[in-house]
């Protein structure tokens, strides 16, 4: 599948602040995914990104795809303690749509 | 979306035994796949379930120690045979929906999990 790298792997946040988690690869990808895994939970799928350069906003959510494929990024603005969890951006194989994941970043939320 | 139950939810085996994970669908769907998560770690794609014909594993998996079963549209089952404890994980069944009709989204939606731990 196809190999991404994303980072940070951790992030701490204080409640209210923004951040955002990276996922690079070094070939062009046919499209991305975002999940978000909670604690104990399982993943639910987030958003699917396929143009280049599309910008895509769910609430206080922003998916970006870059224009060259090769990159996305995942903007929370006012994090919230709802926003604890782990983010996987996971890109699909052209072919057989097959997912590979990325190794997540891990959020945490200082009240 | 798609409700997808899965069992056992978690359990607890010796080492060498084997296990069945059962995971069913509440609608006929297409692609079924198995993916592992070892702890504090993402997911790994074990095999795509094919309906009437032998399941497609990825690299580093093998029929032998995960045979799957994929008796119709709604139902896989995944053994973990003669296990071992680095075979404690969750294993995660995912299926992809498609419209009837429509192209491929590639969305995933997952089971719950079966979280294994093996002594």
């Known amino acids: 599948g196809q190999q991404v790298m994303q980072i940070p792997q951790y992030q701490h946040v204080q409640e209210g602040e923004d951040f955002t988690t990276y996922c690079n690869s070094s070939?062009?990808?046919?499209?991305i995914q975002w999940y978000k895994q909670r604690p104990g939970g399982h993943p639910v799928f987030l958003i699917q990104?396929?143009?280049?350069?599309e910008v895509k906003k769910q609430k206080r959510l922003t998916f970006q795809f870059g224009e060259a494929k090769k990159n996305s990024s995942l903007h929370i603005t006012a994090t919230q303690t709802t926003d604890v969890g782990t983010y996987f951006c996971?890109?699909?194989?052209?072919?057989?749509?097959?997912?590979?994941f990325g190794a997540g970043t891990t959020v945490t939320v200082r009240a | 979306s798609a409700v997808i139950s899965q069992k056992p939810s978690r359990d607890i085996c010796q080492r060498g035994t084997s296990l069945t994970i059962q995971c069913q669908v509440d609608?006929?769907?297409?692609?079924m796949f198995w993916y592992r998560q070892q702890p504090g770690q993402s997911l790994t794609l074990i095999a795509t379930?094919?309906?009437?014909?032998?399941?497609?594993?990825e690299s580093g998996f093998v029929i032998d120690k995960f045979p799957i079963s994929r008796p119709n549209l709604t139902f896989s089952t995944l053994t973990v045979s003669n296990m071992s404890p680095e075979d404690s994980s969750i294993y995660l069944c995912?299926?992809?929906?498609?419209?009837?009709?429509?192209?491929?989204?590639?969305?995933?939606?997952f089971g719950e999990g079966s979280r294994l731990t093996v002594l």
């Open positions: 990104l396929v143009k280049s350069g």
């Open positions: 995912s299926v992809e929906l498609r419209q009837p009709g429509l192209a491929r989204t590639g969305e995933l939606f």
């Open positions: 379930a094919n309906q009437g014909s032998e399941a497609t594993y």
């Open positions: 609608s006929q769907v297409t692609m």
């Open positions: 070939t062009t990808l046919s499209n």
């Open positions: 996971a890109p699909a194989s052209s072919n057989d749509y097959k997912l590979s």
